[in-house]
T-cell receptor, first 112, second 116 residues
């Protein structure tokens, strides 16, 4: 079966650093995505990892360990606008189209 | 218009009504998707169209019927829905995976559906 686990909710303070973890068990692996979703809005793409290691993009970084079935999203210098849900998704097939398996999302609340 | 658009943004319907959700993408992608997002549940993939051909039907009840007339448009026809079908319905598009690259999916803003 397919299973993606991430914490339901996290809280942090403006200016701090937060790490959102994601573990996965899927049939086949062909990349892991992180999306950000503000309340009432569309999910927007943040990062993609297919090889082990860290991908850095400004204040956001994402890490992947395929052997451990583990990823994390690191958010630095938190801002109030970072309050949102963060969705971890695995591309679980190698066929001709993307099939993403999503976790339930981690709701991040950033306080002043 | 840019990106992925969806209409209507909100829809309230009775169980005996028939309605349709519309999605349009302006990104030149060749794959389109319907997802259902319910509170405290993961995004659930419903249907996938690649090059206008349906390639995935994730055991979705027949009261949901997709249509993809061309690579830019996707519809979800609804009839005799149940209250538990109330959710946010998201459309997404991407380049087909075989074209290379990570080909992330771009999502529309969704249609908030309430079934009375």
């Amino acid at each position: 079966g397919q299973n993606i686990d991430q914490p339901t909710e996290m809280t942090a303070t403006e200016g701090a650093i937060v790490q959102i973890n994601c573990t996965y068990q899927t049939s086949g692996f062909n990349g892991l995505f992180w999306y950000q979703q503000h309340a009432g809005e569309a999910p927007t793409f943040l990062s993609y990892n297919v090889l082990d290691g860290l991908e850095e993009k400004g204040r956001f970084s994402s890490f992947l360990s395929r052997s451990k079935g583990y990823s994390y999203l690191l958010l630095k210098e938190l801002q109030m606008k970072d309050s949102a849900s963060y969705l971890c998704a695995v591309r679980a097939t190698n066929t001709g189209f993307q099939k993403l398996v999503f976790g339930t999302g981690t709701r991040l609340l950033v306080s002043p | 218009e840019t990106g992925v658009t969806q209409t209507p943004r909100h829809l309230v319907m009775g169980m005996t009504n028939k309605k349709s959700l519309k999605c349009e993408q302006h990104l030149g992608h060749n794959a389109m998707y319907w997802y259902k997002q319910s509170a405290k549940k993961p995004l659930e993939l419903m249907f996938v169209y690649s090059l206008e051909e349906r390639v995935e039907n994730n055991s979705v009840p027949s009261r949901f019927s997709p249509e993809c007339p061309n690579s830019s448009h996707l519809f979800l026809h609804l009839h005799t829905l149940q209250p538990e079908d109330s959710a946010l319905y998201l459309c997404a598009s991407s380049q087909d995976y075989t074209s290379g690259g990570h080909n992330e999916q771009f999502f529309g803003p969704g249609t908030r559906l309430t079934v009375l």
